[in-house]
Every structure is written in structure tokens, then in C-alpha cells.
């Protein structure tokens, strides 16, 4: 009911004050009314609403030229009838024409006319008794939201005229025409300038809210790179359709060769016990590259988790185990987001990865596929009954072994680290996928001068550079990964708690797409979940801020309806007069490339130049030497303790090596030294033959470049 009012009521109060405009003498006398029911310097309450006869009649006279629904909903009798002589069968599908109804001359003077007069006899009314005016349907059927619906529309058109004045922008002329469809709309949106009415500005800083829209957040202390995201670009540039990533893959030419040549039983045997066999079952799959830049605008390196609107989440060790690692990313938003996986047409094999599931035939018949704009606009609309945290409950005792082989370190905060790359591990703060009570995460994050210098680590011209002693700190944390695991209160709701709602909503970025922004006639699926969600955060002020318990209860009944309880928390809004957050614009990888060859040519540190100010990204997330990227070993710990749970596992042998990094606040629970276990990392240097570069590839236009031959390095991730 709520969702399907959102629209509607919307719709309606824009033809009213489009109609009010083109009569202004209508519109004053609707101002001149609520100033002396509520008074110059006062707002709208729900206690004037009933004292308020004119604004009833402008709503009757908008609900009667402009119906909501001008079809009204489909009607099917349950018997053959006979009605004016026409016989309608039964269940033959009913449209009362409503629009064409309350435009009868016959009933109505000057029908086409806006008068709000005709309905000041309180005459007519809005029960369907009378088949004359009947906007809110008739019967049994009539809307269940009419009581909610006139509620609304008198709240928030009395509030707006009450606080300001409206007149159209220059060079904008009257256009009152419709655009017929399920739905009534304009067909050109009215563009109006809104005027403050009210003396005490105290009264008009909520109704204001259009100075500043901020995609978030509204406090800086934990996302520190925004302005870098690359949700933060489309955002001030909503019109740019350069959204979907270039992933580049390097494995069609593998998968082709296993399809023309399978690999023998016998061969795959040896494969198998290697620990690739799953690689090989898993199999290949068509990239939704949509769908991964989707989730990529929702990254934030200072977290390395994807901020959605119930909280955060991410890819973890167990995800990794249990799917594979073969389009992880992939997988692990089919098996989290059902609203953006297809459906598998065989059954699950379970000597298999789980992961391998997907390799059977997919139908798209009810989910959306590679179009950006509809997992945008499901991402900006998430409720927490729409992810699931736990997707592997029910086939956990199902799984292969190789699924389960590394359930020790699934909960663990470590480092992951693949060559010069180095990624923290922060299962602490996505409790809820391990069926745990989520705690406000504790903010022991890495400052952006560590951030800055573990990126800026590439492997050009790092030829026989040996990693390991470069990375011997996090290579220790992982050799001691399982002193750190992080463990909570089992609790079989995944629903976050207000205290972490409350903390979170203020600190993420809430918008990826600027919800004030419409195409007209826009081709293709329309992104209207960030409209929605600005539809919560009014209806989250209104009940912060109205002194009326029913605007209260009625505010509180429609976020409960939408599984949005958490915005009734006591936070700032994102629409202020005030500007909140960082708005910075992108720099593309090829600016930021210049700006250090210049500084390195006069030995200034680059970090230290100013970035000038440009207006495209370009893409700029393919190069790891950049300043800001993806992989941001930002530390959050939570409570750390002993696995208690029903695994049971070796702990390591004790080890002669010293706290990991970002684990000094921590108390040390390593058992006592023994000295004849110690590790001796020199005897594993595994860098004595360490070459990337490849003989065989000179000639490949892809891999060298006018300087001649360069080592192979790993794609971004595309967040910067």
C-alpha cells in the first residue's frame, strides 16, 4: 500500500500545484487560508487538516480532471451480467473508464475547467457511493489506502504552499497536458522556483532541503576517500552512460581448448589432488559485467566491504571455499541478492564446489540481465529480507570436502596477499554472514598515508624482487591467523540492530545515482530505487520531527511496510541546506600518471601536488600503481577470541614470531614460544627465480608497448 501510494500521491500534488500556478488566484486563496488556520510563522500539523475546506476541495477538483489510476484496477465478474443492455461475461477483465467519468458534462459545468468551488458543498466524497465521482474506486474494491492517501496529499501540499512561493522558471510556459498510461503523469514535469513564505526560518529549514543533496556521508570519520569512489562520479554526472567496467580475462582461450580437447580421466585424477579440480567442475561463465560494476560503485576501499543500504557486506574466506574462486564476485551475488540471479534448470551435483552449480543451463525469465540501470536501481532499494546472509545453511552439511576444508580461517582477521597486492581480511564487520550479532565496528582503521604507500607498491621493475621479505609483516599476521578470530553471539535474526544502523546510515554513501535527476522519455529499464530511498529518509524526518502522534504512527507504520524500520533512528538527513560530505571530482588514471612522472622528474612527492579538477573518469581503474585503489587494508577489528563453535580444528604450531601489524591493541594469545618450532622465514625465499616477463609473448601487441617489452601486471578492480 505504501509503495503503491509513493507514486500516486506524488503524481496528484504535482497537477495540483501546476494547476494552482496557472490560477494564482487559487493558489492564494489556498495561502490566505492556512495562514489563518495555521498561521504565518507556523507549519502544517495533522491537527489542521480538518480545518482546512479549501485544500479539500482543490485535492477533490485534482482527483476529479487528473485520477490517479484513470482506468481505476481491472474488474471480474464472478457471473454473466447484463448491464444498459450489454451483456459482460463472466470473467471478462472490467476497466472503468474514471477519467472519462468526471469529465461528463452532463454532471459537470465547464468540466474541463479547474474549480475548486464545485466541491465546497461537501456534496461529494471519496466512498464511491456515488458513481459519478468515484477516484478512490467503489465497492469492495475501493483503495485500502484512501484514509492514508488523503492524509498525505493535504499534509504535504499544505506544507509546501504554506512555506513557499511557487512560480514558474524563465522561459518555461504552462503545460498542463497528460501522459496517459496505468498511472497518470504530466507529460512534461513541472520545473517550479520555490520562494520562502515563512518569517522564522527555523520552520522552513526541513521543507528547504534542496540547497544541498549529498550522496553521503554525512560524517567523514570512516570513509575518509570519498570524492575518489567511483559511485561518487555518476552521481554529479547522472547523465553519463559510461558506467559499465572493461574487464579484461585472459582464460577464453583455456576454456576454448578444454572444449575442443577434454582432459582424461586419468590426467584430471592428478588435477584433482593437486587441489584444481574444482577449477576445472566450476567451469566457464559468460561475465555479467553490469552486474560487477554495479557492486563495485557500492566498494569502499577504506572498509574493503560493499556499503548497501542494510549495512555492510563482503566477499569472505568462506564464500572463497565453499563457491570457488572462479568468478567469485559473480557467484557470490547470485547466492546473496536472489533478485539478481537466474534460475538453475539441473540439480545441485554435491561431489562438486558449490560454485559449480551455475555451470548448469540458467533462465533470466524473472531477473534482470547485464542492464545497469535495474541493478542500480535494486541496489539503491535493498531491505533486508531481499539479501540473504546466510545462503549456505541449508546445504552446509551437503558440501564436498574441498568446501569445507578451510573452515578455521573463515572468521580470522588477517592479511590476503597475492604478490605486490596486499588485502585485509575483516570478517568483524559482516558478523550477519556468519549467523552472528553485528557490533558497531571499531574504528582502528589505517590513516590514508598507509593507505597511499601499500598502493603505490607495484610490480614494475620489481623483476626478482623478493615479496616476501617486502610483505614479511603481513605474511607473519597470515602464519598466525588463527589466534585472530573474531566471534560474536549467535542470533538467528539478521536484522541489524538500531544502535548499528543508527552509526552506519550517517557514514556511508547512501546515493550512488542523484534521485532529483529524471530523463524524460528515458529509453531503457529507469533507475528509480535512489527515489525511493530519498522516499524513506522524508518519511524517517517526518518522524523525527512532527509534534502529531498519528503523522508519527502513520510515518512509523509505512517504514515498518517497507522493511525500513532502522531509518527511524535519530540521524541528520541527506538533504540539507548546509553542504555536508566530500563532492570531489574524479581524476582519471592518465592525469594522476602525468602528475607523477612530473613530480618524480622534479623529486617532489606527487601525493603532495594538487590534483586539478576534470569532469570524466574515464575508467581510471586499471592500474594499481594509482594513488587510490580497491584493495585498502583499512583495519576494523572487532572482539577477537577462540573459534567457539562446533568445528573442531588444530590450532598452528607455536610460532617464534611477533604480533601481526594492526593487532598490537589486541591481547596476545599465542601459547609460550618453543624454541626448537621457530620459523626461519630465509630458508623459504621464494623469489630466487622470479620472473614475469615472458619470452614467448615479445611479439604480442597487447603485453608490449613503444618502450619495448614490460612485465605483466594485474588488472584493477575498477573502483578508482
Known amino acids: 500500500m505504501v509503495v503503491g501510494g509513493t507514486d500516486t500521491t506524488s503524481n496528484s500534488i504535482e497537477f495540483a500545484l501546476a494547476e494552482m500556478m496557472n490560477q494564482p488566484e487559487i493558489l492564494k486563496r489556498a495561502q490566505h487560508e492556512l495562514e489563518m488556520v495555521v498561521g504565518k510563522d507556523n507549519i502544517v500539523e495533522e491537527s489542521h487538516i480538518n480545518k482546512l475546506p479549501y485544500l479539500h476541495a482543490i485535492m477533490k477538483e485534482t482527483l476529479r480532471l487528473h485520477p490517479a489510476l484513470p482506468l481505476l484496477v481491472p474488474h471480474c465478474p464472478s457471473y ?306 531481499k539479501f540473504n546472509w546466510r545462503p549456505y545453511d541449508n546445504v552446509f552439511n551437503l558440501l564436498p570436502g574441498i568446501c569445507l576444508s578451510g573452515q578455521a580461517s573463515w572468521r580470522c582477521e588477517t592479511y590476503l596477499i597475492c604478490w605486490e597486492i596486499v588485502e585485509p581480511h575483516l570478517p568483524s564487520r559482516v558478523m550477519r554472514q556468519f549467523r552472528m550479532f553485528q557490533p558497531v565496528p571499531v574504528n582502528t582503521l589505517f590513516g590514508e598515508q598507509e593507505h597511499r604507500r601499500l598502493h603505490k607498491i607495484s610490480r614494475t621493475s620489481g623483476r626478482n624482487f623478493n615479496w616476501l621479505q617486502k610483505h614479511n609483516q603481513y605474511v607473519l599476521s597470515w602464519v598466525g591467523r588463527h589466534n585472530h578470530v573474531v566471534t560474536e553471539e549467535l542470533t538467528d535474526s539478521c536484522v541489524a540492530s538500531p544502535e548499528y544502523m543508527q552509526w552506519y546510515l550517517p557514514r556511508t554513501i547512501l546515493y550512488t545515482i542523484d534521485p532529483r535527476h529524471h530523463q524524460p522519455n528515458q529509453h531503457g529499464f529507469p533507475n528509480d530505487g535512489g527515489t525511493l530511498q530519498m522516499t524513506w529518509d522524508i518519511m524517517s524526518q517526518i518522524y523525527q520531527r512532527s509534534g502529531e502522534d498519528f503523522i508519527r ?51 617532489v612527492d606527487p601525493e603532495v601536488q594538487a590534483e586539478p579538477v576534470i569532469n570524466s573518469p574515464h575508467l581510471s581503474s586499471m592500474d594499481h600503481s594509482s594513488g587510490n585503489q580497491l584493495h585498502s587494508p583499512s583495519l576494523n577489528f572487532g572482539e577477537v577470541g577462540l573459534f567457539k563453535s562446533i568445528i573442531d580444528y588444530s590450532l598452528l604450531p607455536q610460532l617464534n614470531t611477533p604480533p601481526a601489524p594492526g593487532f598490537r591493541h589486541l591481547p596476545d594469545m599465542r601459547p609460550p614460544r618453543d624454541r626448537s618450532l621457530s620459523l626461519e622465514l630465509d630458508m623459504f625465499d621464494l623469489n630466487t627465480s622470479m620472473d614475469y616477463t615472458n619470452k614467448d609473448n615479445d611479439n604480442n601487441d597487447n603485453l608490449a608497448t613503444r618502450r619495448g617489452r614490460r612485465q605483466i601486471r594485474r588488472p584493477g578492480c575498477g573502483t578508482h
Not at 465547464?110 to 475548486?116: M, Q, S, T, V
Not at 461529494?124 to 475501493?142: E, K, V
Not at 582519471?588 to 602525468?594: A, C, D, G, N
Request: aromatic letters at 12%; charged letters at 20%.
Open 553 to 603: 504512527d502513520m510515518a512509523s507504520q509505512a517504514m515498518r511496510y517497507g522493511q525500513v524500520e532502522h531509518h527511524m533512528g535519530y540521524y541528520p538527513t541527506h538533504m540539507s541546506q548546509d553542504p555536508v560530505g566530500y563532492q570531489v571530482p574524479l581524476v582519471p588514471q592518465s592525469i594522476r600518471r602525468r602528475n607523477r612522472r612530473q613530480a618524480q622528474a622534479q623529486n
Open 80 to 385: 454473466s451480467c447484463v448491464i444498459g443492455g450489454y451483456t459482460v461475461p463472466k470473467g471478462a477483465r472490467v476497466f472503468v473508464n474514471a477519467w472519462a467519468i468526471h469529465r461528463d458534462p452532463a454532471t459537470w459545468e465547464n468540466p474541463l475547467e479547474f474549480r475548486p468551488e464545485r466541491f465546497l458543498d461537501a456534496k461529494w466524497d471519496y466512498t464511491g457511493n456515488d458513481f459519478r465521482y468515484f477516484p478512490f474506486g467503489s465497492g469492495r474494491r475501493i483503495c485500502a489506502g484512501t484514509a492514508m492517501g488523503e492524509r498525505m496529499f493535504m499534509f504535504l501540499l499544505g506544507s509546501i504552499i504554506q512555506s513557499f512561493n511557487w512560480e514558474l522558471g524563465p522561459g518555461i510556459k504552462h503545460d498542463l497536458s497528460e501522459k496517459f498510461g496505468i498511472v497518470l503523469k504530466k507529460k512534461v514535469a513541472l520545473m517550479a522556483i520555490p520562494t520562502p513564505r515563512l518569517s522564522n526560518p527555523k520552520f522552513s529549514s526541513f521543507l528547504n532541503m534542496d540547497g544541498h543533496f549529498t550522496s553521503g556521508p554525512l560524517n567523514n570519520d570512516l570513509l575518509w576517500l570519498s570524492g575518489s569512489h567511483r559511485g561518487d562520479y555518476y552521481f554529479q554526472n547522472p547523465d553519463r552512460d559510461d558506467g559499465i567496467l572493461r574487464i579484461r580475462r585472459g582464460d577464453q582461450d583455456f576454456w576454448m581448448h578444454l572444449n575442443s580437447n577434454p582432459i582424461p580421466e586419468n590426467v584430471m585424477e592428478f588435477i584433482t589432488l593437486a587441489g584444481f579440480g574444482g577449477i576445472i567442475q566450476c567451469g566457464n561463465r559468460r561475465l555479467d559485467r553490469a552486474l560487477i560494476s554495479a557492486l563495485v560503485e557500492r566498494w569502499r576501499p577504506e572498509t574493503h566491504t560493499f556499503h548497501l543500504p542494510v549495512g555492510e557486506t563482503t566477499v569472505t574466506l568462506q564464500d572463497v571455499n565453499i563457491l570457488g574462486p572462479v568468478f567469485l564476485l559473480q557467484l557470490w551475488a547470485w547466492e546473496r541478492l536472489s533478485g539478481f540471479a537466474p534460475e538453475t534448470v539441473n540439480n545441485i551435483d554435491f561431489q562438486k564446489p558449490y560454485g559449480a552449480r551455475w555451470r548448469s543451463s540458467l533462465t533470466y525469465i524473472r531477473t534482470a540481465s547485464h542492464v545497469l540501470s535495474a541493478y542500480r536501481s535494486q541496489l539503491h532499494s535493498l531491505t533486508e529480507d
